[in-house]
Each structure stands twice: as C-alpha cells, then as structure tokens.
C-alpha cells in the first residue's frame, strides 16, 4: 500500500516536473526565444557588473540574482555566483575607457577579473570591452521590446537552475580553467597576437550580436533589471 502511494507520488513529480518545463517551453516559443537561448542568454551575463545592468536600471545594485562566473577564479570559492557584482574603477584618469583599461593592466597576473589565467593583456581588454559594446547594443533592444514580456514569461527565464542558463554559465567557468573561450561553439581559439588571428577573434566575438541572439538576451534581460 505505501508502496503504491510512493509510486504514485513518484509518478506525480515527474509529470509535474514535465508539465512546468513544457509551461516554460511554450512561453519560450510564444515570445520568439531560440533554441540556443541557454547560450545566448549565459554569455551575455557571464562577466555583468552593477554598472552594466544600471544600463537597464539605474537603479541596480548587487541584490540582483543574475548568475555570473566569480571574478576570484584562484580561491576555493564556487566558479559561479549567483550575483553580478560592483565594479569600482581605478581613480587617476578621467574617463571610462582608461579608467577601464587601468583597472584591467593592474590586475594582470593576479587573476581576479574573473577570466581564468590564460588571456593576455590585449586578448583581457579585448573582451571587456566587447561585452560592454554588447550590452550597450542590447539598451535599445531591451527599450524597444514589444509586447514586454509577461510575468509568466519571465518566471521562467529568471528560473536558471532549472532552465539551462545557469548550467550554460557554469560551461563558461570551467572552460577558462583551460582556455579562452570567447563563444560557447568549443572549438580552438589562436592566440590574439596578430591580424590574421584578430579576423578569427573579431568574427567570434560578433557571433552573438545576430537578431535572435540579441532578442534572448534582451528579454531576459528586462525580466532581470524591471524590478530593481
Ligand atoms: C544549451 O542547450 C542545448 C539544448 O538544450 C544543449 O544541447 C547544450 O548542451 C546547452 N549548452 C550549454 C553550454 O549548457
């Protein structure tokens, strides 16, 4: 008899567990998200910062939930947290670009920009400023969505455990233990040290600037910084 019960509890669970992905499956498909939306959505919030998000609200601050790779990959703390972090830029010059830069050439060798140890300086500045040539692109798509995506909708991207993302962002993580990776396409990535190898590092880095990506990543991206 309680065999029986456990069995039919068993049975619940899985098909409601089910039920809630197809849910979350068919409010993915209803608002036009791709397939690779667990890619798209990991590498545009994989390295956010506060200052990133007040992009989108300026408003932010830490108390955010957007999962992103830890900056302090040497510790023995989790590759990923559940959090983007403040990032406070060195004083000295007067704006962004070599703030940034400084605040990037100080820390190199010291591993906390939350890259892993294998980029160079170049291969480092290359990539922040990249990523924030991305959520800069992204500010008038994450304006201009219409309709705005739903409550329902956005449950379910802000549900990262269970939807692929966090999973996604945590491919990110270990794959810096032993390279660059500046897509999720795992293949071989040269070294950037010159021409030839920044036509292969320039497309790369485009490869999630296309319309379906961009349209992911903005609408989980309104789903995570309206209510700050
Ligand atoms: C993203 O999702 C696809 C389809 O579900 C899966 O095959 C792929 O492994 C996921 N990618 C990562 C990096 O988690």
């Known amino acids: 008899m309680h065999y029986l019960l456990l069995v039919l509890i068993g049975v619940y669970a899985v098909n409601g567990a089910t039920l809630l992905g197809n849910r979350c499956q068919a409010e993915f498909r209803k608002a036009h998200l791709s397939k690779n939306l667990n890619v798209s959505v990991a590498h545009t919030i994989h390295s956010l910062t506060v200052p990133a998000l007040r992009l989108f609200n300026p408003r932010a601050t830490v108390d955010n939930h957007i999962p992103t790779v830890n900056q302090n990959l040497h510790g023995t703390g989790p590759k990923v947290v559940m959090y983007a972090p403040d990032e406070i830029l060195p004083t000295g010059y007067y704006?962004?670009?070599?703030?940034?830069?400084?605040?990037?050439?100080?820390?190199?060798?010291?591993?906390?920009?939350?890259l892993g140890p294998h980029w160079s300086a170049v291969e480092r500045i290359a990539h922040k400023f990249h990523m924030w040539d991305l959520w800069a692109r992204l500010q008038p798509e994450v304006e201009k969505?219409?309709?705005?995506?739903?409550e329902k909708l956005c449950a379910c991207l802000l549900d990262t455990e269970k939807n692929g993302i966090l999973e996604a962002v945590q491919w990110i993580a270990n794959h810096y233990e032993s390279g660059?990776?500046?897509t999720l396409l795992d293949r071989p990535i040269p070294k950037l040290v010159d021409a030839k190898a920044w036509d292969f590092w320039k497309n790369d880095l485009?490869?999630?600037?296309d319309a379906e990506s961009l349209h992911d990543a903005a609408t989980y991206l309104h789903?995570?910084?309206k209510d700050f």
């Open 95 to 114: 704006g962004f670009t070599m703030q940034m830069i400084d605040k990037i050439l100080s820390m190199i060798g010291k591993q906390d920009d939350g």
């Open 145 to 150: 969505l219409n309709p705005k995506p739903s």
């Open 180 to 182: 660059t990776p500046i």
């Open 206 to 209: 485009l490869h999630y600037y």
């Open 223 to 225: 789903c995570a910084t």
